[in-house]
């Protein structure tokens, strides 16, 4: 596994976007149930919460030897101020089940830990249906169900998201 690098998705990385998000279609229509389509990298930049502040979501990139390896969709203070919200996390289908997704999320905890030190809690949504590919990752990285559970509905698809967290470590201040 090369090295990772993690820094914000720039408007020049959106093809590399695009290219990851369609390297992995069966995700997309798991949790959209449909294929992707030609402007979800732009959809993915501009989506957030409504009465979320444009600057509370970033989009980062993990880069290894400059090739975009894997995509971060993370929000500050959702839905409270000491909680960060993971809205995705998604590894280049080329790249999968090689130690990249594990990687990646160790670098986007600390950068929560260093950029917004007000945050004690990670959290994010797994869908029924992506289940199988999801659950044992997140688990592996410390996240556990709070079993709160709301019904999912994306155009035609139906089904349930349920909600999983991780409390970071205290941070020593001295
Ligand atoms: C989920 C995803 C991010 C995992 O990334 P990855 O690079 O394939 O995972 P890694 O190789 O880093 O695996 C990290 C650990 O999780 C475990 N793991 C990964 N996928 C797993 C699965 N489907 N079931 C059980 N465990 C799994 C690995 O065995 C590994 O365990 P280890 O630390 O003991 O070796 C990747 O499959 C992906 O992008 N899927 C599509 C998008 C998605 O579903 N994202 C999650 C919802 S936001």
Known sequence: MAELVLRLIEPGDVGALQDLIESDPGYTERVTGNPPGAADAQSLLMMRPEGLAQDAKVVLGAFAEEQLVAAVDLLRGF???????????????????????????GLVQRYVESAWPEVRT?????????????TGFWLRQGFTPTGEERPYTYDKLETTARLYEKQLPEQDGS
Request: cysteine-free; proline content about 2%; glycine content about 10%.
């Open 79 to 105: 839905p409270n101020d000491r909680t960060a919200f993971i809205g995705l996390l998604e590894v280049h289908s080329r790249h999968q089940r090689r130690g990249y997704g594990g990687a990646t999320y």
């Open 122 to 134: 990670m959290r994010l949504a797994v869908v029924d249906t992506n289940s199988d590919v999801a």
